[in-house]
Nanobody, 121 residues
Framework: QVQLVESGGGLVQAGGSLRLSCVGF????????AGWYRQAPGKERELVAT???????NYLDSVKGRFTISRDNARSTVYLQMNRLEPEDTAVYYC???????????????WGQGTQVTVSS
């Protein structure tokens, strides 16, 4: 059974970095795509980054050049390296397992509890 657990969040000053990790993808992780979402208070949840089974990546425009998604299939782990953080990046970050239909990412299964990222100005 898939039970995703995110970690690595925290409080950081603007310009700082954090690395989020996500484990719990279960068996056959290598055939799945994965994605990170975030949700800030009072805002809609947004898709931040995705990575396909073939390691192709895609990013929300506002994080391009600052965030990097990666995966380690041997450890069934997905990472989100976040550099040059801005106060606008403050949110709860969630990882997901999913698949693509054309260019559209579809998360599947139960979501984890998320990890809080707070960026102070």
């Amino acid at each position: 059974q898939v039970q995703l657990v995110e970690s690595g969040g925290g409080l950081v000053q603007a310009g700082g970095s954090l690395r989020l990790s996500c484990v719990g993808f279960g068996d056959s992780f290598s055939i799945w795509a994965a994605g990170w979402y975030r949700q800030a208070p009072g805002k809609e949840r947004e898709l931040v980054a995705t990575i396909t089974a073939g390691f192709s990546t895609n990013y929300l425009d506002s994080v391009k050049g600052r965030f990097t998604i990666s995966r380690d299939n041997a450890r069934s782990t997905v990472y989100l390296q976040m550099n040059r953080l801005e106060p606008e990046d403050t949110a709860v970050y969630y990882c997901t397992r999913g698949s693509f239909s054309g260019a559209t990412y579809h998360p599947t299964g139960r979501w984890g509890q998320g990890t809080q990222v707070t960026v102070s100005s």
